[in-house]
């Protein structure tokens, strides 16, 4: 990620955060490939979105995000550790 990029989701996290998306078509079938309860490293966390469905479709999650702030705020939206 180029400076100015992670410079902005820096600034906006929670503005980010706010925006509301549905978890995405391609990640419903890419858990459909994995076996029950595998491990995910999520590079690119974000506000959480998809994590927050990793999680309750039972995976274990590592999730990470070049902004600490945007990790932070996925951590508080899963009540789970991301960095």
Request: aromatic share 6%; glycine share 14%; hydrophobic share 45%.
């Given at each position: 990620m180029?400076?100015?990029?992670?410079?902005?989701?820096r600034?906006?996290?929670g503005?980010?955060?706010?925006?509301?998306?549905?978890?995405?078509?391609?990640?419903?079938?890419f858990?459909?490939?994995?076996?029950?309860?595998?491990?995910?490293?999520?590079?690119?966390c974000?506000?959480?979105n998809?994590?927050?469905?990793?999680?309750?479709?039972?995976?274990?999650?590592?999730?990470?995000?070049?902004?600490?702030?945007?990790?932070?705020?996925?951590?508080?939206?899963?009540?789970?550790?991301?960095?």
């Open positions: 180029d400076d100015a990029t992670l410079q902005f989701y600034r906006n996290a503005a980010y955060a706010g925006w509301a998306k549905a978890p995405s078509t391609r990640l419903t079938g858990l459909k490939l994995l076996p029950p309860g595998g491990t995910i490293l999520e590079l690119g974000g506000a959480g998809h994590a927050a469905v990793m999680l309750a479709e039972g995976f274990v999650l590592r999730g990470a995000d070049g902004s600490p702030e945007m990790a932070e705020v996925a951590a508080r939206r899963i009540n789970h550790p991301a960095g």
